[in-house]
């Protein structure tokens, strides 16, 4: 396993490198604005003051306390500071409430309800994608151009027309919310319900998608497998095909699993827009209001720790992958 | 004269491409391989070698399409046996192949001893793990490949290694007839004798009874088999003993390969080497008459439209003409 | 030459053509027939598709009188399904001269309509219902009795200065207009959207202007993936490892994310397209990086570079006429791809509000913005954002296509069964 403990610190080695940057990343690019962002921000406490020291006063103040009087290097080892103890600043919006705490909040439903859709599509789509490159026939005639047009619907698209079908048209589903708006979060069965039902729709649409575009592959890459020397070889020695199927499908989905490490920071993208169409309570959410009402902690807010869940959730799979292909072991160890 | 391990009767087998044409790459192909002999397969790129190789297993599956003749190994016709009948009985025990660029022929997420395991529980299932390696170990030593082999993945082999390994795997039930496809044509000079050492090795200790080695390059079976058969566009054009096809060809196209092949013998210096004009008739339409005939400088317009018929001659040597012998000898280039 | 003969001979890489070029010239040449500005207000909040007539012109126009019946089309649209189940409810429940099979017989408006008629008595005692429900039934039976009179309407002007109607004309049940005689009419082929614009002629301008901003972009990241990568491949040593370095770090760390976080710092108001489309390319060049890396990487050592080489060839010079050439075709379908994802990244950034903000140009991803926030979907005005979505699918779907029919054209051994 040497190899492997090698490959393991390189990795992780990596990612807080690449962590590292994206926190200066995070830190540097929103304080690059062009222009006076405290005039704009503090433009509704000053509205109605025709007074200039009022005015002024009033901007010192917002400057002090977003920390914009400071020079930039100083800024930077304050948010540092800041981010060790858990405080990624005050939101403007909802001022005073802190950024965490507005964060907080929203991580969960994103997490619950990106993971398992991720993952679900992930699983179903690569399944069906093995199926068809087996079986051809039918599959390719029909289902293949099928789900190569719903590969290029992009997630929120997917989101929109569930939301029109399910929502609107049939209407057996919830369009918005991740609740019932008349219920408190508590954990009653009546609430649960709720929640299960508010799930339904942005939970089908990201997993509609990723089975779209993982089948396709999957597809793809089986049938590569299936035609290369080694199966040949292997059914010429009297292997069973149930068997060599199986050599097949292991070889066909670590490039898959590469694909998704390589699309996940894409994929978590898509699914916050579609959380949006939603109003779905998650980090999308939370940002497009923050967007809109250009709530700079609270954007900088989320955008690090979508990085940091998009980075982890990176790590794990390359992980993963080191445990499920042998060769990197092996490489590892000269 | 030995036993008849392998007899083949005018076998007829084609593959289908991918745009649906039917390539007829083997057509009428008949051999007879003693016990203890082995049997070289010459010819160019594109002859149909490779297909016929495949087809003598007797496994038939897309592309490769079973047309019809009969194949004889050990007695058992295979070519009446039901599919999963051959799987079970023929393939690896009786017959065994060796692939062409054994680079890509083994499975690169699987370590070399599992790979055997699935291999000899393919025919018997009950074989203990233990018992497996055992075996393995046994078998690998005593062709000079370390067991530690076994234990790795195939990324972790050189090219000669993996060549020797598949070798290795493939002889390991110690089938009565070996087919190497190619065996040496993707490797350096040195590792190229190493091969065949061990396939001779494999041969004199009678862990496989007798061998076909395909390779388009002729002279090169003079030293590794005790016969030849030269292939050309599906058919075979001339039978006979390394010494006889390889020093005194009779077909003009074993003739022509001869003269346009660098032997490294005393006075080729001052040989010229001549290649072959034209290229093979395409195997999807396969011409009426003579393939090689639109290349051939003996040709006549009765070579172009009728069936050559296999000629034998007194000492057991044949070929695919209309000519005699001596009107071919007698048209030196 | 041969080569783009090829290239034509592959399925994929037509019928992608094919759909791209249609939907690319349509954006082009159909602005010609389309008179007027795609952002100009013409309309209300999510108007039909349609065509709509106006309609004072149809009562000045000539008048044409047809012998069709027009009672059981008024019947079919006039009365709704809740009018109907009214009319169930009451005849089941409180009348006593019609039996419920009866009821149930009459599954077509037009014969509940004619029980209705027949058995209806406002005198009948209705225990436990309220005024209000009562009052319902008999606002139905009135309308029921309208559209069985054969009374038409009356066409009265007001007399400006003494406010009185004086009529001007009937109108016959039976009159009809003549499409053609009508002046003024408007076709909505899509709607209209939240703004009241024609969705269709709105819908060309911004698929124009996605497609722009996808050719900018995708030659953006195109052109600096190109160069780190040539760079990185061919160069090799501390330049590759600090370029190969960046590349991974970008790939890694969410694009979008950099893009909102550029975005977000551009300010907040008046993105252009161009700015759009900049943006994008810087944050989509790794891919084309790492794919040109790799590919230089295996040119680097063939004969004709090291004769080059050998030759005392500048490095520019090398890279230019031995390394590139056979670099274009991955160039080639990675140009394709970025394109198709540019346009995607486009619509993502306009619908989170980062994208072109303004309100004088439309894109794709701005059209389901305007759609989202006005709720389109909720109001069932599917016309103002499924023909967005379907275009970018369709759009993306088509440049897939093409660039796998290059693939199995430049790779054959992935030309499948």
Same mark, same amino acid.
């Not at chain 1, 199986?246 to 670590?254: E, G, S, W």
């Not at chain 2, 396969?286 to 050559?308: D, L, M, Q, V, Y």
């Not at chain 3, 037509?14 to 013409?42: A, H, N, W």
């Not at chain 3, 890396?293 to 680097?300: E, G, H």
């Given at each position: 396993?040497?190899?492997?403990?090698?490959?393991?610190?390189?990795?992780?080695?990596?990612?807080?490198?690449?962590?590292?940057?994206?926190?200066?990343?995070?830190?540097?690019?929103?304080?690059?604005?062009?222009?006076?962002?405290?005039?704009?921000?503090?433009?509704? $406490?000053?509205?109605? @003051?025709?007074?200039?020291? $009022?005015?002024?006063?009033?901007?010192?103040?917002?400057?002090?306390?977003?920390?914009?009087?400071?020079?930039?290097?100083? +800024?930077?080892?304050?948010?540092?500071?800041?981010?060790?103890?858990?405080?990624?600043?005050?939101?403007?919006?909802?001022?005073?409430?802190?950024?965490?705490?507005?964060?907080? %909040?929203?991580?969960?439903?994103?997490?619950?309800?990106?993971?398992?859709?991720?993952?679900?599509?992930?699983?179903?789509?690569?399944?069906?994608?093995?199926?068809?490159?087996?079986?051809?026939?039918?599959?390719?005639?029909?289902?293949?151009?099928?789900?190569?047009?719903?590969?290029?619907?992009?997630?929120?698209?997917?989101?929109?027309?569930?939301?029109?079908?399910?929502?609107?048209?049939?209407?057996?589903?919830?369009?918005?919310?991740?609740?019932?708006?008349?219920?408190?979060?508590?954990?009653?069965?009546?609430?649960?319900? %709720?929640?299960?039902?508010?799930?339904?729709?942005?939970?089908?649409?990201?997993?509609?998608?990723?089975?779209?575009?993982?089948?396709?592959?999957?597809?793809?890459?089986?049938?590569?497998?299936?035609?290369?020397?080694?199966?040949?070889?292997?059914?010429?020695?009297?292997?069973?095909?149930?068997?060599?199927?199986?050599?097949?499908?292991?070889?066909?989905? @670590?490039? +898959?699993?590469?694909?998704?490490?390589? %699309?996940?920071?894409?994929?978590?993208?898509?699914?916050?827009?579609?959380?949006?169409?939603? %109003?779905?309570?998650?980090?999308?959410?939370?940002?497009?209001?923050?967007?809109?009402?250009?709530?700079?902690?609270?954007?900088?807010?989320?955008?690090?720790?979508?990085?940091?869940?998009?980075?982890?959730?990176? @790590?794990?799979?390359?992980?993963?992958?080191?445990?499920?292909?042998?060769?990197?072991?092996?490489?590892?160890?000269? | 004269?030995?036993?008849?391990?392998?007899?083949?009767?005018?076998?007829?087998?084609?593959?289908?491409?991918?745009?649906? *044409?039917?390539?007829?790459?083997?057509?009428?192909?008949?051999? *007879?391989?003693?016990?203890?002999?082995?049997?070289?397969?010459?010819?160019?790129?594109?002859?149909?070698?490779?297909?016929?190789?495949?087809?003598?297993?007797?496994?038939?599956?897309?592309?490769?399409?079973?047309?019809?003749?009969?194949?004889?190994?050990?007695?058992?016709?295979?070519?009446?046996?039901?599919?999963?009948?051959?799987?079970?009985?023929?393939?690896?025990? *009786?017959?065994?192949?060796?692939?062409?660029?054994?680079?890509?022929?083994?499975?690169?997420?699987?370590?070399?001893?599992?790979?055997? *395991?699935?291999?000899?529980?393919?025919?018997?299932?009950?074989?203990?793990?233990?018992?497996?390696?055992?075996?393995?170990?046994?078998?690998?030593?005593?062709?000079?490949?370390?067991?530690?082999?076994?234990?790795?993945?195939?990324?972790?082999?050189?090219?000669?290694?993996?060549?020797?390994?598949?070798?290795?795997?493939?002889?390991?039930?110690?089938?009565?007839?070996?087919?190497?496809?190619?065996?040496?044509?993707?490797?350096?000079?040195?590792?190229?004798?190493?091969?065949?050492?061990?396939?001779?090795?494999?041969?004199?200790?009678?862990?496989?009874?007798?061998?076909?080695?395909?390779?388009?390059?002729?002279?090169?079976?003079?030293?590794?088999?005790?016969?030849?058969?030269?292939?050309?566009?599906?058919?075979?054009?001339?039978?006979?003993?390394?010494?006889?096809?390889?020093?005194?060809?009779?077909?003009?196209?074993?003739?022509?390969?001869?003269?346009?092949?660098?032997?490294?013998?005393?006075?080729?210096?001052?040989?010229?080497?001549?290649?072959?004009?034209?290229?093979?008739?395409?195997?999807?339409?396969?011409?009426?008459?003579?393939?090689?005939?639109?290349?051939?400088?003996?040709?006549?317009?009765?070579?172009?439209?009728?069936?050559?018929?296999?000629?034998?001659?007194?000492?057991?040597?044949?070929?695919?003409?209309?000519?005699?012998?001596?009107?071919?000898?007698?048209?030196?280039? | 030459?041969?080569?783009?003969?090829?290239? !034509?001979?592959?399925?994929?890489?037509?019928?992608?053509?094919?759909?791209?070029?249609?939907?690319?010239?349509?954006?082009?040449?159909?602005?010609?027939?389309?008179?007027?500005?795609?952002?100009?207000?013409?309309?209300?909040?999510?108007?039909?598709?349609?065509?709509?007539?106006?309609?004072?012109?149809?009562?000045?126009?000539?008048?044409?009188?047809?012998?069709?019946?027009?009672?059981?089309?008024?019947?079919?649209?006039?009365?709704?399904?809740?009018?109907?189940?009214?009319?169930?409810?009451?005849?089941?429940?409180?009348?006593?001269?019609?039996?419920?099979?009866?009821?149930?017989?009459?599954?077509?408006?037009?014969?509940?309509?004619?029980?209705?008629?027949?058995?209806?008595?406002?005198?009948?005692?209705?225990? /436990?219902?309220?005024?209000?429900?009562?009052?319902?039934?008999?606002?139905?039976?009135?309308?029921?009795?309208?559209?069985?009179?054969?009374?038409?309407?009356?066409? #009265?002007?007001?007399?400006?200065?003494? /406010?009185?109607?004086?009529?001007?004309?009937?109108?016959?049940?039976?009159?009809?207009?003549?499409?053609?005689?009508?002046?003024?009419?408007?076709?909505?082929?899509?709607?209209?959207?939240?703004?009241?614009?024609?969705?269709?002629?709105?819908?060309?301008?911004?698929?124009?202007?996605?497609?722009?901003?996808?050719?900018?972009?995708?030659?953006?990241?195109?052109?600096?993936?190109?160069?780190?990568?040539?760079?990185?491949?061919?160069?090799?040593?501390?330049?590759?490892?600090?370029?190969?370095?960046?590349?991974?770090?970008?790939?890694?760390?969410?694009? !979008?994310?950099?893009?909102?976080?550029?975005?977000?710092?551009?300010?907040?108001?008046?993105?252009?397209?161009?700015?759009?489309?900049?943006? =994008?390319?810087?944050?989509?060049?790794?891919?084309?990086?790492?794919?040109?890396?790799?590919?230089?990487?295996?040119?680097?050592?063939?004969?004709?570079?090291?004769?080059?080489?050998?030759?005392?060839?500048?490095?520019?010079?090398? =890279?230019?006429?031995?390394?590139?050439?056979?670099?274009?075709?991955?160039?080639?379908?990675?140009?394709?791809?970025?394109?198709?994802? #540019?346009?995607?990244?486009?619509?993502?950034?306009?619908?989170?509000?980062?994208?072109?903000?303004?309100?004088?140009?439309?894109?794709?991803?701005?059209?389901?913005?305007?759609?989202?926030?006005?709720?389109?979907?909720?109001?069932?005005?599917?016309? #103002?954002?499924?023909?967005?979505?379907?275009?970018?699918?369709?759009?993306?779907?088509?440049?897939?296509?093409?660039?796998?029919?290059?693939?199995?054209?430049?790779?054959?051994?992935?030309?499948?069964?």
């Amino acid at each position: 396993m040497k190899g492997f403990r090698k490959y393991l610190a390189r990795k992780i080695g990596w990612y807080v490198i690449t962590f590292v940057i994206a926190l200066v990343l995070n830190f540097l690019l929103p304080r690059l604005i062009p222009g006076n962002p405290v005039a704009r921000i503090a433009s509704g $406490a000053i509205e109605g @003051l025709t007074d200039r020291s $009022a005015i002024q006063a009033v901007i010192d103040e917002y400057k002090r306390l977003f920390g914009l009087d400071k020079p930039i290097h100083v +800024q930077f080892i304050v948010y540092i500071k800041n981010l060790l103890r858990g405080d990624l600043g005050t939101s403007f919006n909802f001022y005073p409430r802190k950024v965490s705490e507005v964060i907080a %909040s929203a991580v969960g439903w994103t997490i619950a309800l990106q993971l398992p859709a991720i993952l679900v599509g992930w699983i179903l789509g690569n399944l069906l994608g093995a199926i068809a490159g087996y079986v051809r026939g039918v599959f390719d005639k029909a289902i293949l151009p099928l789900f190569l047009f719903i590969s290029n619907i992009p997630a929120f698209g997917m989101a929109i027309m569930l939301l029109l079908i399910f929502g609107v048209y049939l209407g057996i589903l919830p369009t918005s919310g991740g609740y019932g708006f008349d219920l408190i979060p508590s954990l009653t069965p009546e609430f649960i319900m %709720s929640v299960i039902e508010h799930y339904q729709l942005p939970f089908w649409s990201i997993v509609l998608i990723m089975i779209g575009g993982q089948a396709i592959g999957m597809r793809s890459m089986s049938i590569y497998e299936l035609n290369s020397d080694y199966v040949k070889y292997s059914r010429f020695l009297g292997i069973k095909d149930r068997i060599i199927v199986k050599y097949v499908f292991r070889n066909a989905v @670590l490039p +898959q699993i590469t694909g998704l490490i390589l %699309s996940l920071g894409t994929m978590v993208g898509g699914a916050l827009v579609a959380e949006t169409i939603f %109003s779905y309570p998650g980090l999308g959410t939370r940002m497009l209001s923050a967007i809109t009402g250009q709530d700079y902690p609270l954007i900088s807010g989320c955008t690090l720790i979508i990085t940091i869940g998009v980075l982890l959730a990176n @790590l794990v799979l390359e992980i993963l992958y080191g445990l499920l292909d042998p060769r990197i072991r092996a490489v590892q160890e000269d | 004269m030995g036993k008849t391990i392998l007899k083949v009767k005018d076998l007829r087998t084609k593959y289908v491409t991918r745009y649906k *044409e039917s390539v007829y790459a083997v057509d009428g192909v008949s051999l *007879e391989l003693e016990e203890g002999k082995s049997l070289g397969i010459a010819g160019e790129s594109g002859c149909g070698k490779s297909t016929l190789a495949l087809s003598l297993m007797g496994y038939y599956f897309t592309p490769l399409h079973y047309i019809s003749g009969t194949i004889e190994i050990d007695g058992k016709i295979v070519t009446d046996m039901k599919p999963d009948d051959v799987r079970k009985n023929i393939l690896g025990t *009786e017959i065994a192949y060796i692939p062409q660029a054994a680079m890509n022929a083994l499975n690169p997420t699987q370590k070399i001893i599992n790979f055997i *395991e699935d291999v000899v529980r393919a025919h018997y299932p009950k074989k203990s793990k233990k018992d497996i390696y055992d075996l393995a170990c046994e078998r690998f030593e005593s062709l000079n490949l370390s067991r530690e082999i076994l234990g790795k993945y195939p990324v972790e082999l050189s090219g000669g290694m993996k060549q020797r390994t598949v070798i290795a795997i493939s002889t390991i039930l110690s089938p009565k007839v070996l087919i190497a496809d190619e065996p040496t044509s993707a490797l350096d000079v040195s590792s190229q004798k190493v091969v065949i050492k061990m396939l001779k090795n494999l041969m004199e200790r009678e862990i496989v009874k007798s061998m076909i080695f395909i390779t388009h390059e002729l002279p090169l079976l003079y030293n590794v088999t005790d016969d030849i058969m030269v292939m050309y566009a599906g058919q075979i054009v001339e039978k006979g003993t390394a010494e006889e096809v390889v020093f005194d060809p009779l077909h003009p196209y074993s003739k022509a390969l001869m003269n346009s092949m660098i032997v490294p013998e005393a006075g080729m210096k001052d040989v010229k080497l001549t290649p072959i004009p034209g290229v093979p008739p395409s195997l999807k339409n396969p011409p009426p008459g003579c393939r090689f005939a639109e290349r051939c400088k003996h040709a006549s317009s009765t070579c172009k439209t009728e069936k050559i018929p296999e000629v034998y001659t007194e000492d057991g040597r044949m070929y695919r003409c209309l000519l005699t012998r001596d009107q071919l000898k007698g048209g030196k280039e | 030459m041969h080569l783009i003969r090829e290239i !034509f001979k592959s399925q994929n890489f037509v019928i992608g053509f094919v759909i791209f070029t249609i939907i690319f010239l349509s954006t082009i040449i159909l602005p010609f027939f389309l008179k007027g500005d795609p952002l100009e207000i013409v309309g209300g909040l999510f108007y039909k598709p349609g065509t709509y007539i106006n309609v004072s012109d149809t009562i000045e126009a000539k008048k044409y009188e047809l012998k069709i019946d027009t009672l059981s089309n008024k019947i079919s649209s006039l009365i709704t399904q809740k009018d109907q189940d009214l009319m169930r409810e009451w005849l089941v429940k409180y009348c006593n001269t019609v039996s419920e099979e009866e009821v149930k017989v009459a599954q077509h408006p037009m014969e509940l309509v004619e029980l209705w008629l027949k058995h209806y008595d406002p005198n009948i005692k209705m225990e /436990g219902t309220t005024i209000a429900y009562r009052k319902s039934l008999s606002r139905l039976h009135q309308k029921i009795e309208k559209i069985f009179s054969d009374e038409g309407y009356v066409i #009265a002007e007001k007399n400006s200065e003494t /406010g009185e109607l004086a009529i001007v004309q009937e109108l016959a049940n039976n009159s009809y207009v003549h499409m053609s005689e009508i002046p003024n009419k408007r076709t909505f082929i899509l709607g209209t959207d939240n703004f009241g614009r024609d969705v269709f002629t709105e819908l060309i301008s911004a698929i124009w202007n996605s497609i722009k901003i996808g050719f900018v972009a995708g030659s953006v990241a195109t052109l600096i993936g190109l160069v780190v990568g040539l760079l990185a491949g061919y160069v090799g040593g501390m330049v590759d490892d600090i370029l190969t370095f960046i590349t991974n770090l970008l790939t890694v760390i969410p694009s !979008f994310i950099i893009l909102i976080l550029i975005s977000v710092s551009l300010g907040g108001k008046g993105n252009d397209i161009m700015t759009t489309a900049l943006v =994008i390319g810087i944050t989509a060049w790794p891919w084309t990086a790492r794919s040109v890396r790799a590919q230089t990487l295996s040119l680097k050592n063939r004969d004709h570079v090291n004769l080059s080489k050998l030759s005392g060839h500048s490095l520019v010079r090398i =890279i230019i006429r031995d390394i590139l050439p056979y670099v274009a075709s991955y160039v080639t379908m990675a140009y394709i791809l970025q394109v198709a994802s #540019a346009i995607l990244a486009e619509a993502q950034l306009s619908m989170l509000g980062l994208g072109p903000r303004t309100t004088e140009i439309a894109t794709l991803g701005l059209m389901l913005r305007w759609a989202i926030q006005f709720q389109a979907p909720l109001s069932g005005a599917w016309w #103002a954002f499924i023909p967005v979505i379907l275009s970018i699918a369709l759009i993306t779907f088509s440049l897939n296509l093409m660039n796998t029919g290059l693939d199995q054209v430049f790779n054959p051994q992935l030309r499948q069964n």
